[in-house]
């Protein structure tokens, strides 16, 4: 390990070994906080038992990405939801007026 957990010290000769002079010097200049916790991986979304591209996209597109430009009033669900042809759906939803 670069960093040693138990005196929150970097492994200069390690350092050394993996990167060069510049790189390593830049890596030793960052400081250490003692208070810092080991490193663990979690997943709070929707299953936190288990990780999956699907739900990082949802996470994505609900969380991080400003997607509001995509929403429209109205309604646009109902319309999908209708037992017609998908052009219908279609032709529907381009002609009707926005609210």
Same mark, same amino acid.
Not at 34 to 44: F, I
């Given at each position: 390990? #670069? ?15 993996? #990167? ?12 250490? #906080? ?56 279609? #032709? ?8």
């Amino acid at each position: 390990m #670069f960093l040693n957990h138990e005196n929150y010290m970097w492994n200069y000769h390690l350092g050394q070994q993996c #990167f060069d002079h510049a790189t390593t010097q830049s890596i030793l200049d960052m400081p250490l #906080f003692p208070q810092a916790v080991k490193d663990e991986l979690t997943w709070k979304k929707k299953n936190p038992r288990y990780y999956t591209i699907k739900s990082t996209y949802r996470l994505c597109l609900k969380e991080i990405l400003d997607n509001s430009y995509l929403h429209r009033l109205g309604q646009w669900m109902g319309i999908w939801k209708l037992i017609v042809p998908v052009k219908v759906k279609i #032709f529907a939803i381009i002609k009707l007026p926005n609210p």
